[in-house]
């Protein structure tokens, strides 16, 4: 399930996922005797829960192997091999993985692809929300995402995304102006992402990581 890989469109929607770039930004905090609610959360290590995604995608692999195949021949929006070179920023497991493509060639050889009923759509969905929801888990911490400002959590957002830019990822800036249909708010963490890449950015502490994940959920809907 490619899901929460995939371009910065579905990241803006979706959670700034904690992988390897976010592991290298953000810092651990160092005064041990804060004890706060929130300070107690934290956005779960990959490694940790990668077993559980792996369970979810393994027990779903068919009808998202049959998703993919119906992209491929059907919509034609992309690829085998486009598909194969997004698979390197997958978070499922090489084992999960080879059996995903050598069940997705199956069915483009025998040329069996179909449009999912929607019984499986909704399997599928369902799939990604949990994988979403392992993934962050303050998007579901709703007395937090109440307590967090709009305000706030532009800051924090600009600042995580200019972050990365300022790390090399220098795509996300031209992906976010060439996303259509953005409401006001995404127009306005765009002006402040440019502003902030004028000046140092602290790194994200894992508090802030944290928030920031119930901020995208916050933001979401405006």
Partial sequence: MKKVIITLTVLMLMVPLVSAVENVLVSKQTDSTKTSAVEKKKTPVLTDILPQIDKIERRNIDIDTMYWAWRITDLKDINYKQLKTDS??????????????????????????????????????????????????????????????????????????????????????????????KSAIRKEIEVKIIEKLEKDNAPLTEEESYKLDACIEKLSGM
């Fill in 88 to 181: 390197k920023d997958w978070i499922m497991t090489p084992e999960t993985k080879k059996l995903f493509f050598s069940k997705l060639k199956k069915i483009l050889d025998a040329k069996t692809s179909r449009r999912l009923t929607n019984a499986e759509m909704e399997q599928y969905d369902n799939s990604l929300e949990q994988i979403k929801n392992l993934l962050s888990p303050a998007r579901k911490d709703t007395e937090l995402i109440d307590r967090l400002s709009v305000d706030y959590c532009v800051e924090l957002e600009s600042r995580y995304w200019a972050g990365l830019i300022q790390a090399g990822q220098k795509s996300i800036l031209e992906d976010m102006k060439n996303q259509p249909n």
